[in-house]
């Protein structure tokens, strides 16, 4: 039972596997925080699997991008395809960063949505094209490791950069237009779990550093997300009350 468990490393480390089932030390404080770390890892990597769905079909419903500024959303797609090549070239755990697969994947279809429904299906299929050329190079060992860790530390910035052009985007607006309610709450507590799992699985400081402005900044576009709704509602009271 004991060597079945510790080949499940998806949940335990094998030291943890063996504090536990082999030595019954149920009260390890650092094989606690190890698996909740993975535990919290793999439940954010299910997630991510619809995190921006909501997103995808508010975009497909409509046939609209309104409100969302298609160039955060390419520095948003720069900065989980960074971060998500650097750590499988890196050999971090997957829990550590598995969830930038599901998030790359629906971030580029709400890049190539947005240009589609824009008007511009071929710059669309072109960049598509692009992504994936790119995307092979940067997995397939053809990139050193210097560079993929050169485009992990721009993510920092990149990060800060791509959500304040968005959250611009919605104050110049007044609203915040296509912008999915339930993929900004879901992206604001998977970034902030991230920091704790980044920390354990990983200590590195680029990433810890990156999902900590990444908590920041997509705890600005909730605020904006609340703010505007509530207008919203009071508007349509105030012309309900003029009728």
Same mark, same amino acid.
């Given at each position: %039972?004991?060597q079945? =468990?510790?080949?499940?490393?998806? &949940?335990?480390?094998q $030291?943890?596997?063996? $504090? ?8 390890? /404080?650092g ?10 890892? &793999? ?13 995808i ?11 969302i500024?298609?160039?955060? =959303?390419?520095?948003? &797609?720069? *900065?989980?395809?960074?971060m998500? @090549?650097y @750590? ?5 755990? #997957? ?11 629906q971030?580029?279809?709400? *890049?190539?949505? =947005? ?11 072109? #960049?598509? @094209? ?16 210097? /560079?993929?860790?050169i485009?992990? *530390? %721009? ?26 309610? *339930?993929?900004?709450? %879901?992206?604001?507590?998977?970034? &902030?779990?991230?920091?704790?799992t980044?920390?354990? $699985?990983?200590?590195?400081?680029? %990433? ?6 990444s ?6 576009? /909730?605020a ?8 919203? =509602?009071?508007?349509? $009271? ?6």
């Amino acid at each position: %039972m004991a060597q079945f =468990v510790r080949k499940a490393t998806l &949940l335990f480390t094998q $030291e943890c596997a063996k $504090e536990y089932f082999d030595k019954f030390n149920f009260l390890h /404080v650092g094989c606690f925080k190890a698996t909740l770390s993975k535990t919290l890892g &793999l439940g954010i990597i299910a997630g991510s699997l619809l995190v921006k769905v909501p997103q995808i079909v508010k975009i497909w419903k409509n046939k609209s991008g309104e409100g969302i500024n298609v160039f955060s =959303v390419l520095l948003d &797609l720069f *900065a989980i395809t960074a971060m998500s @090549s650097y @750590s499988f070239i890196s050999g971090f755990p #997957f829990s550590a960063w598995g969830d930038g697969i599901f998030l790359g994947l629906q971030t580029i279809t709400i *890049a190539v949505l =947005v240009m589609r429904f824009s008007g511009d299906t071929a710059k669309a299929t072109a #960049f598509f @094209s692009a992504y994936l050329a790119v995307l092979f190079a940067a997995i397939s060992g053809l990139t050193p490791i210097r /560079v993929l860790w050169i485009c992990q *530390a %721009m993510n920092i910035p990149i990060v800060l950069i791509s959500k304040f052009i968005q959250a611009y985007t919605n104050y110049s607006n007044g609203n915040t237009g296509q912008l999915s309610a *339930a993929t900004c709450f %879901m992206l604001f507590f998977g970034s &902030l779990a991230r920091i704790f799992t980044s920390i354990q $699985e990983t200590g590195d400081t680029t %990433m810890i550093t990156m999902y900590v402005c990444s908590t920041l900044t997509n705890s600005i576009i /909730v605020a904006q997300l609340l703010y505007y709704w509530n207008a919203d =509602v009071k508007k349509k $009271e105030k012309i309900k009350k003029k009728r």
